[in-house]
């Protein structure tokens, strides 16, 4: 089970994983070995993920969902595939969480009077720095 949080648990077998070789460089058995990792995770009409995660979810990830609805998290950094296995788990528990904290709502307000103050008398200052530059050429 992966838990996101404290906002729901994720069962591990409704992430699938699939391997295949990694690009660049890479030792030995570069064409040997397949050490990328590519992530995927059902979401759009999935009963595991929250509708509200699954609306913001699909805000934040982007080209990272498929058109199918699919979230797809490709992995290659390490040489190992255990470490890039852990890695795209990091990363899809990274996304997830910040999918289900909910947006603060932004209410606008006025400025104080204090800070109108402060605002004016910096002019006034600014005004008069620029004013005294002002020669009195003869």
């Given at each position: 089970?992966?838990?996101?949080?404290?906002?729901?648990?994720?069962?591990?077998?409704?992430?699938?994983?699939?391997?295949?070789?990694?690009?660049?460089?890479?030792?030995?058995?570069?064409?040997?070995?397949?050490?990328?990792?590519?992530?995927?995770?059902?979401?759009?009409?999935?009963?595991?993920?929250?509708?509200?995660?699954?609306?913001?979810?699909?805000?934040?990830?982007?080209?990272?969902?498929?058109?199918?609805?699919?979230?797809?998290?490709?992995?290659?950094?390490?040489?190992?595939?255990?470490?890039?296995?852990?890695?795209?788990?990091?990363?899809?528990?990274?996304?997830?969480?910040?999918?289900?904290?909910?947006?603060?709502?932004?209410?606008?307000?006025?400025?104080?009077?204090?800070?109108?103050?402060?605002?004016?008398?910096?002019?006034?200052?600014?005004?008069q720095i620029k004013s005294n530059r002002r020669g009195k050429w003869e």
């Amino acid at each position: 089970m992966l838990h996101i949080g404290t906002a729901f648990l994720l069962p591990i077998t409704a992430v699938d994983f699939t391997y295949c070789r990694a690009s660049g460089p890479g030792g030995q058995y570069v064409n040997r070995t397949d050490s990328a990792v590519q992530l995927r995770l059902p979401v759009t009409g999935s009963p595991l993920i929250p509708e509200e995660v699954q609306a913001r979810l699909q805000e934040l990830a982007g080209g990272q969902l498929t058109n199918e609805g699919i979230l797809l998290i490709e992995c290659q950094e390490f040489r190992s595939q255990a470490r890039n296995r852990e890695t795209a788990l990091r990363r899809l528990v990274t996304l997830l969480l910040a999918a289900s904290r909910k947006k603060k709502v932004r209410r606008p307000t006025a400025p104080t009077r204090a800070s109108r103050e402060r605002r004016l008398q910096t002019k006034k200052r600014h005004s008069q720095i620029k004013s005294n530059r002002r020669g009195k050429w003869e």
